[in-house]
């Protein structure tokens, strides 16, 4: 890629000074040599310096009995940087934030766990299906 048509301003940030495209993935090497993207640069959380990829929670949560789906964003927090944000659409109705919160405990890194839970009917997509983080951040 040479940059983006008519937008130098954009394409100085994601192009390195030896012409290399900055994507924004976050990989990870297996043991046996195989690249994984795992999430992306711009969604990744930092809370008191500690790198928390929303795939990995939404992972976490995911299999929680009574979880449809869910999405986990950065949200402010005067303390550490960033907090996590949860926000859960429910397959059982039954399901508390109590719930949530405890699987979280018994499942995730202190870091990682949701400051704020919060549960929705569905949650934004793109056409095509995809989370839009973006839109769950500020509201």
């Known amino acids: ?45 930092l809370v008191s310096g500690f790198n928390v990829y929303p795939n990995e929670v939404e992972d976490v949560v995911a299999n929680m009995d009574g979880i449809l789906e869910c999405a986990a964003v950065g949200i402010p927090d ?23 919160r405890a699987y979280c405990e018994a499942n995730l890194t202190g870091y990682k766990r949701p400051k704020v839970v919060e549960f929705r009917t ?8 995809k989370i839009l983080r973006r839109e769950l951040r500020g509201k």
């Open 78 to 100: 005067e303390k550490a940087g960033e907090a996590v944000k949860l926000v859960i659409v429910k397959k059982n109705p039954a399901v508390t934030e109590a719930d949530v």
């Open 122 to 129: 569905e949650l934004p997509k793109t056409p095509v299906g």
């Open 1 to 45: 890629m040479a940059g983006y048509w008519q937008r130098p301003d954009e394409t100085a940030k994601v192009m390195t000074a030896d012409g290399f495209f900055r994507t924004g993935d976050i990989g990870m090497v297996d043991e046996r040599g195989y690249f994984r993207i795992v999430d992306r640069k711009k969604d990744m959380i």
